[in-house]
């Protein structure tokens, strides 16, 4: 499938996510490193250069938001029908 996007991109993106959501609940790097469990100077590389480990990615999602749009991505999608059968056998 084609897509505009690189993996790069989708990289910076999620920093800045988590970044916005930090400040927007205006926490320092401090409090969410207690609260998260991911240590300090990891927060810090990660604003900066969007380098993490897909654990501490996670735990930072979850101090911030919901893990819930990350785990409904594992679960089957609705797929288009493929054929006039299978929209008649929906239907």
Do not use: W
């Amino acid at each position: 499938m084609l897509s505009l996007h690189t993996a790069f991109d989708v990289q910076l993106e999620l920093k800045d996510f988590i970044k916005q959501r930090r400040k927007q609940q205006k926490l320092s790097v401090e409090v969410l490193a207690k609260c998260s469990g991911v240590p300090y100077s990891t927060i810090r590389k990660f604003e900066n250069t969007g380098n993490i480990s897909l654990r501490q990615f996670l735990m930072l999602l979850e101090s911030v938001g919901s893990l819930n749009d990350i785990h409904n991505l594992t679960k089957p999608s609705n797929q288009e029908p493929t054929s006039i059968e299978e929209v008649l056998r929906n239907a």
